[in-house]
């Protein structure tokens, strides 16, 4: 073997555990939501089921195990993301712009320093961020009485979106910064010496050259706002979003339908990367067109026009969606093969835990203790340790407390 092939070799297995650590929680996690079982889980298997997207279950021992459509704590916990989310994406943006295009004004003595100062928020912990929020607002809110200002400094959805701007904000910072690196400060020039007010240059010349930071500066800052749970903890106050909404029902157990949530979120994302891929080559295959047609029209000679045939190529992802459909077959083969589908498969389950828990209650009913069980005996009574205080000698050399 060749050591180039060695080397490709190697390179490729590396590829190969880099993505299938970074992705195969999420995959794991996806296929749990269709198993009927009330833990998520793949192995034991109970049966495919849509339940966690839809209204949960009953479980055997009464309790209510709501889905994705009727949990009404996530329901609201969404609501309230997408709230904080367009509320910071609304100040992160305007401020991040506002800072960088002041970079560019300042003088190069004081660039370093203003930066410096400009990114400083993004070096704070988030707890930091959210308690000095809080206890700032709550002090305004204390000076203003009882009213509005009172309401609005005690609204966890108000602070948030606060707290969540200070350190965003500077996200947004430098992806302004980034973009107006490249910037020709000549053109502005040009447009004020040929009559153009500040406002026209902003609109018309700046603005128009910003649209794509303003666009990735706008997603990033949802993102971050979306997913946040270090300063939002603090600074939600009563209210909740999606990300501390999660955190309590982890502390209590998960649900299959925080998993039914998690491939909502992932096909979401999927479709919205997909359609602004579609988009976005099918703009650059168009401009190449047009570039083609300009190109043959002022074109003088007849071998440009010539119609060139371009050849068939294989999509750079074929093998990953091949390998998806085969797993994606087999698994379906083995579902149906074994009958581990239908409402047939989870009423049969569902009996069985049942009759497992009542088997369990009847055992701990036959095995209830008597009074003297329970007042002395091998069973735990107070007979070996009833009298454990009545020692004199028990504090005798206790020195206290520090």
Known sequence: MKPTYFINFMMGM???IFFAYLFGPLIVMSITAFNSAEFPSISPWECFSFRWFNEGKIAYDGQHLAGLLSDWRLHDGIISSLIIGAGVVSLSVPIGMAAAIVLTQVRSQLRDIYYSISIMPVLFPGVIIGISTVVLWDRIAGLGGDGFISDVGRNGIFLTILAQTCFISTYCFLIF????QRFDQTQEEAALDLGATQTQVFFKILVPYLMPAIASAAVIAFLFSFENYNTTVFSILSDQTLTTVIASKVRLGISPALSALAL???ALTIIAAVTYEILRRRSEKKYAQSQEIFVKEKAASGR??????AGFKVPKGIVAILLVLVFATYGATQIVKNDLYGQSCIDAADQEK??????????LESNELTEEELSGGSLGGTEDYGDIFGDPSLFQDFGGFD
């Open 177 to 180: 910064v980034a973009r107006l």
């Open 264 to 266: 909502t979120i992932i």
């Open 354 to 363: 049942k009759s497992k828990f009542l088997e369990q209650l009847q055992t």
């Open 304 to 309: 440009i026009n010539k119609e060139y045939k």
């Open 14 to 16: 590396y590829i190969f």
